[in-house]
């Protein structure tokens, strides 16, 4: 049991950020990211026995987390303060640090299936057919999601980076 | 501007992005559902054995895995006429018990009892603790008090139990019972459901009779 607990720990330790983050750009909403990814790691716990065996259990996470109800972490919100992270920039609804507001913007004007293979591609680091089996896609349409929404960043973030890279 | 380039501004731009949540929390949430896996496979089996018995299932709690032949540490269970009805076997993961109460406004803090090891003739019993009466704080103003544990023995077994209604302010009602089995030297013999059954029979449960005082002559 408690190898059971320590290998969890350790995982949600390593992992948390990264489910996070691939959550936050799919969904676009920082707390509603932070009750989902919270949600699927609490499942994942519960059935941590078939979950530590998954090739990818980061996946299973964020893919748990992008079908879960939140209903009762925000019934917990209510009952339990969480503590305040000691240094928290204004407006980033608490989860530690701002996301640039025209990166936010450019990811949520992608389609909701590109944001999420952009997601999985970048955060967790998966390879085409793992992002495929994910979202239960195909390879080929991965491919074509990935270009099409790095074509539409680059549009839409090529005069940001333009503009910092004379700061 | 290359695609390296694209994905590297996305990846950059969440970096300050970090979880909160603790990992306490999770693995509470997580237990929680657990136990109620659990519970749901053994409903049907419990259901049938209690009606081949004859006893009332109104008021059974949830029970613990088939596999160990253990009963979940604490169950919590809301029923149809309102009350809820929290069954502690055993004082383990009370945070996750504490956040299950905390909806109905009642936060649990219970504590070891030594002196009730003692009176059961065992000297050492480390994970067999009892609750002292009067560790259950209210959260908004709600009298609770815990009645004396009443101690009875059933063969080799010595069952210790404690009861007691409360009414919240919503209008639910609390029932608490303390149901901890102590197990002798050896294997545990003790069978999940019968113990749990057995704690809703009152007759069973010794009551010292107190000495009418005289009526004073008119």
């Known amino acids: ?167 | 501007m290359n695609d390296d380039n694209v994905l590297t501004a996305v990846r950059e731009g969440f970096a300050p992005v970090r979880m909160q949540t603790p990992a306490k929390a999770i693995m509470a949430r997580g237990a929680m559902m657990r136990r109620r896996t659990n519970s749901g496979r053994l409903t049907a089996g419990a259901l049938a054995a209690a009606l081949g018995a004859g006893l009332s299932v109104s008021a059974f709690g949830h029970g613990g895995t088939a596999q160990d032949a253990a009963l979940a540490a604490w169950t919590v269970q809301q029923q149809s006429d309102g009350t809820v009805l929290v069954t502690v076997r055993k004082l383990d993961d009370m945070a996750a018990l504490r956040a299950r109460l905390a909806p109905y406004g009642v936060s649990i803090t219970p504590e070891p009892n030594p002196k009730l090891a003692m009176v059961c003739g065992f000297p050492v019993l480390p994970p067999l603790m009892a609750l002292r009466p009067g560790h259950l704080k209210p959260l908004r103003g709600v009298p609770v008090v815990m009645p004396p544990i009443v101690v009875w023995r059933a063969g080799e077994k010595e069952v210790f139990d404690g009861a007691k209604t409360f009414p919240l302010p919503d209008g639910h009602r609390l029932r608490i019972k303390f149901v901890h089995v102590i197990r002798g030297p050896g294997k545990v013999t003790v069978e999940p459901l019968h113990c749990a059954l057995k704690q809703f029979t009152p007759a069973k449960l010794p009551v010292k009779q107190r000495p009418t005082p005289p009526t004073p002559p008119s």
């Open chain 1, 1 to 167: 049991m408690d190898t059971e607990s320590d290998g969890f720990t350790r995982f949600y330790e390593t992992a948390r950020d990264d489910c996070l983050r691939a959550v936050y750009a799919s969904v676009g909403d920082p707390q509603a990211a932070e009750d989902l990814v919270a949600e699927a790691f609490a499942r994942a716990w519960a059935r941590w026995r078939t979950v530590s065996r998954h090739p990818a259990p980061q996946a299973w996470v964020v893919r748990t987390a992008l079908n879960a109800r939140v209903s009762w972490w925000r019934r917990r919100r209510r009952e339990i303060a969480f503590p305040e992270p000691a240094a928290e920039a204004p407006g980033d609804g608490g989860l530690g640090g701002a996301v640039d507001r025209e990166l936010m913007a450019a990811l949520l004007r992608l389609p909701a299936r590109q944001r999420q293979v952009v997601a999985l591609r970048l955060f967790l680091d998966l390879d085409t057919a793992a992002t495929a089996e994910t979202l239960g896609i195909a390879p080929g349409t991965v491919t074509a999601h990935l270009a099409r929404a790095i074509a539409t960043l680059r549009a839409e973030l090529s005069p940001t980076i333009h503009e910092e890279s004379w700061r």
